[in-house]
């Protein structure tokens, strides 16, 4: 969603999947592992989908949020 207050796009929701290093390893190497919704669904050990969150924004502050956290 567009904020004109922050003049660039804002986050509302998270989409979340945790690996372990083995199932990372898979998705990191093939990228149609990575566009498919179902594979990456079934490879990942946890989920987490909602709306953004005071500690999701923390988080952000944190770390770089548009690279990748291994």
Aim: charged share 25%.
């Amino acid at each position: 969603m567009w904020d004109d207050k922050l003049r660039n796009a804002r986050l509302l929701f998270k989409d979340v999947y945790c690996f372990g290093f083995s199932e990372f390893q898979v998705w990191f190497r093939d990228p149609k592992v990575r566009k498919s919704p179902l594979k990456v669904w079934v490879l990942a050990n946890q989920h987490w989908k909602g709306i953004i969150s005071a500690f999701d924004a923390q988080t952000f502050r944190v770390y770089d949020s548009l690279a990748l956290q291994e």
